[in-house]
């Protein structure tokens, strides 16, 4: 039998990696990867359905999935996860704490976006700072004129405006228009080197070991989404899918173990695996869900809290019902 051609969308990370150089099978697959960045991955996906597997925003896939609209069914592979207490920016001159940010400008490329969901998450639970408290500006990081890629209808209270068409976010809180700066990257151009910008939070490292600790919670960004129309033409392909990407993020870590000769370009990459695995444990980069069930139901309540999506998803809606259990051997 032909085996089926799909074509998936990924980013290159370590832990896709296997896949990408054939080392890792799909069951029944003939793939077409895409190494792509998350910018162009969503935008295509979402927009115009370009891939029949994608990785993709948990945030704007929580937008479509709440409307009953999403073109993909998402499966519990979390192939971008990060603590994102470093995705607050501050003016250091004016910000000392994170209390500070009431009533102040924060720029962000997207209101939506999952990391600034749980970065508005970490900043109301730890710190008691609301969305309401802060007025966001949108606009672009490095190019002016971004654009939301999901229509979003915020709570009142909430205030969201355009940076003007001409100039971008970067550049606002490098002259103190801004007092502030939200994003999963960090600011551009002249920006990166004004030393009276930094992270709000001086360690934070130190500060989300803490955050895990106190609530077990490891941020998830993206998941993998497979074509609808695909996943009910072909019932075995959803839990096919998940098996390879598993395969491929096992063999990625028993590379990165191996430090015989590290596999990254990075120093201290033994003292890293070792702190990461003593904080948040040996499988600190779990997919599945049973394994991450906290922090997929802390992130769907912030984001009906925070009005961006039309209802509280429960878990059980989110993902390929083949994908929720597995068989043991």
């Not at 948990?58 to 009953?68: M, N, P, T």
């Not at 994102?84 to 009533?103: A, M, N, Q, W």
């Not at 930094?198 to 130190?206: E, S």
């Amino acid at each position: 039998m032909a085996k089926l051609a799909l074509s998936i969308a990924m980013g290159d990370y370590d832990r896709n990696r296997p896949l990408y150089d054939g080392e890792v099978q799909i069951d029944g697959v003939e793939p077409t990867f895409m190494l792509l960045s998350p910018e162009e991955m969503f935008f295509r996906a979402f927009r115009y359905q370009d891939f029949d597997a994608s990785e993709i925003s948990f945030s704007s896939y929580l937008v479509k999935a709440a409307q009953g609209t999403s073109p993909y069914i998402a499966l519990p592979a979390f192939l971008s996860r990060a603590f994102r207490h470093t995705s607050i920016y501050v003016r250091k001159d004016r910000i000392r704490s994170p209390e500070d940010l009431r009533g102040k400008r924060i720029g962000v490329p997207e209101y939506q976006l999952t990391a600034n969901v749980w970065a508005r998450a970490l900043l109301e639970d730890d710190y008691g700072v609301k969305p309401s408290d802060v007025q966001w500006v949108r606009g672009g990081i490095d190019e002016p004129g971004r654009l939301e890629k999901i229509s979003l209808s915020l709570p009142a209270g909430v205030s969201l405006t355009d940076a003007p068409a001409d100039t971008t976010i970067s550049d606002m809180l490098d002259r103190g228009e801004l007092d502030g700066f939200m994003a999963p990257r960090a600011p551009f151009g002249a920006a990166q080197h004004n030393p009276d910008i930094g992270w709000l939070f001086d360690d934070p490292t130190a500060v989300a070991k803490d955050y895990y600790r106190r609530t077990g919670i490891f941020p998830i960004m993206h998941l993998l989404g497979l074509r609808k129309t695909l996943a009910d033409q072909h019932p075995w392909l959803a839990a096919a899918l998940l098996k390879a990407f598993e395969q491929s993020k096992a063999r990625a870590l028993e590379k990165l173990s191996d430090t015989s000769a590290t596999k990254v370009t990075l120093p201290f990459v033994e003292e890293q695996l070792k702190s990461a695995r003593e904080a948040l444990g040996e499988d600190f980069w779990s997919y599945g869900v049973h394994a991450n069930r906290k922090t997929l139901e802390a992130f769907t309540r912030h984001h009906f809290q925070q009005g961006l999506s039309c209802r509280q998803v429960p878990i059980e809606e989110l993902f390929h019902p083949s994908t929720y259990e597995s068989f043991k051997i």
